[in-house]
């Protein structure tokens, strides 16, 4: 499937807007990052703000006019969120769906009921990640959050043996399956077939997600053994908005568990059939290849889903066409933010490439015996502990390493996307708004949150990466 690419609308990547050195390039990318780091971690300027600001000092420093480091900067911000941005959007709507019809809770209930008490951390993991398909991060933290403390408050559980795997299932998500922001552009920027990265991508999840939430759950558990902060619990039915408490009538309206699933699987399921079509029919002018190379287009699938989700969850719950219409656009106004980070991190990724970056790299890297994919890797793991944004450095890395996947191979391409997803992930640490979320969540002290919660995080982008190193060898 053919992906807008922001090589597509800029100057061709092999001509740089500057004939600078590889010394003053380098310092030229080192310049730009460390002035965004700068900026977000002790100014706290936002990100959007701090990316703007760090793509000019990189172009400026690597010798570029002005008018063109703003040039490419635009460019990559216009056609990063013309990739991304409405399928982010669709990603939001159908999240929200699933929240405000109580399919998630549908869910969660579902599970746990048929759970029984030593399965209890392998159930959390499944439902953060049924729920998580869809949602951002951020929004299936504070969906989870009460679920995992309740849990862990009637079950007599250590919170950390619960709420690790939630977070897990969560973070895994967010870091390497589309249609989440960061695979998503990464797809875009390094022309990834968005299906196979999907497979794969789920390949390389499934493990990465065990081994950091329920098996890494039962050591977390003893390291740092905490009940639930008596400041975030709620009683039966409560939920810590009060304008989304349901009551008996509401919760009788919940669409059923079997309709929820198949409503979030539904995009996931279209777009993995086309890279199925793809990989046995082969054939461009096939007709039946030409259909799924529509049906399963992300953009496509994501709004299928939606439209789905209308009836299968709206309607059960009992909304009204106006109350779908509300849920449709309460969704939107809080991913603005999301939507300006990822443009403006595509814009600092075009910059980077504009600026003959992406080639130096090139250039160098091809006499060094190392792996792609593990250069990849470790990019994208410096960016996240200096920004502290997974988004950032996915999107950061994915137009460093660029250049280095034109010779490569549909699956390697896919791979090289998760090889950069997997780093992205690497420690949470003070700098990452998600860090501070879990610990005021779950009521940690700073020490206890980098026990826990970073060292989940570095296991997946570990275990991740390691995955796709041994997948290289069989693909």
Do not use: C
Not at 60 to 81: M, N, Q, R, W
Not at 159 to 187: C, E, F, N, T, W
């Amino acid at each position: 499937m053919p992906h807008l690419s922001v090589e597509m609308l800029a100057a061709d990547a092999t001509t740089p807007i500057t004939s600078a050195g590889h010394a003053q390039l380098g310092i030229a990318v080192l310049a730009g990052i460390a002035v965004i780091v700068l900026l977000i971690t002790k100014f706290k300027l936002h990100a959007f703000l701090s990316l703007i600001i760090g793509s000019l000092v990189l172009g400026a420093v690597a010798g570029a006019p002005l008018d063109k480091a703003i040039a490419s900067f635009s460019t990559g911000l216009g056609a990063t969120v013309a990739g991304t941005g409405v399928l982010i959007a669709l990603g939001a709507v159908l999240g929200k769906l699933l929240a405000d019809s109580g399919g998630a809770d549908q869910i969660v209930d579902t599970i746990l009921a048929k759970a029984g008490r030593r399965a209890m951390p392998w159930a959390m993991v499944l439902i953060a990640g049924i729920v998580g398909l869809p949602i951002f991060f951020e929004v299936g933290i504070v969906l989870l959050i009460p679920v995992v403390l309740l849990v862990a408050k009637r079950g007599n559980f250590s919170l950390m043996r619960v709420g690790i795997p939630a977070l897990a299932g969560l973070s895994v998500m967010h870091g390497l399956i589309p249609p989440h922001p960061g695979p998503l552009a990464a797809i875009d920027a390094v022309k990834a077939n968005l299906g196979v990265t999907l497979a794969l991508g789920v390949v390389v999840a499934i493990p990465a997600a065990i081994v950091a939430g329920p098996l890494f759950s039962r050591y977390a558990a003893r390291w740092v053994d905490i009940a639930p902060p008596e400041k975030m619990l709620f009683s039966s039915g409560e939920t810590p908005d009060p304008q989304a408490q349901r009551t008996s009538d509401d919760l009788q309206k919940r669409p059923g568990f079997g309709i929820t699933v198949a409503t979030v699987l539904l995009p996931v399921v279209m777009m993995l059939a086309k890279a199925f079509v793809d990989v046995v029919v082969d054939d461009p002018k096939d007709s039946l290849q030409r259909v799924f190379d529509v049906v399963g287009s992300p953009l496509i699938a994501l709004l299928t889903a939606v439209v789905v989700g209308m009836f299968t969850l709206g309607r059960p719950a009992g909304f009204t066409r106006g109350q779908i219409a509300s849920t449709v656009e309460s969704s939107l106004g809080p991913i603005a933010g999301v939507l300006l980070i990822v443009g403006a991190g595509g814009g600092f990724k075009q910059t980077l490439v504009d600026s003959g970056v992406g080639q130096m790299i090139l250039e160098i890297s091809k006499d060094w015996n190392i792996s792609t994919l593990l250069l990849a890797w470790l990019i994208a793991v410096t960016i996240r502990l200096a920004t502290g944004s997974a988004t950032v450095a996915t999107i950061s890395a994915a137009g460093l390493v660029a250049p280095l996947s034109a010779d490569m191979s549909t699956t390697h391409t896919a791979l090289l996307v998760l090889a950069i997803g997997a780093g992205s992930l690497f420690f949470s640490h003070v700098n990452d708004a998600g860090f501070w979320m879990v610990k005021e969540y779950f009521g940690m002290d700073v020490g206890q949150t980098l026990k826990t919660w970073s060292v989940m995080e570095t296991l997946i982008s570990v275990v991740g990466i390691v995955g796709v190193l041994l997948l290289s060898l069989v693909v």
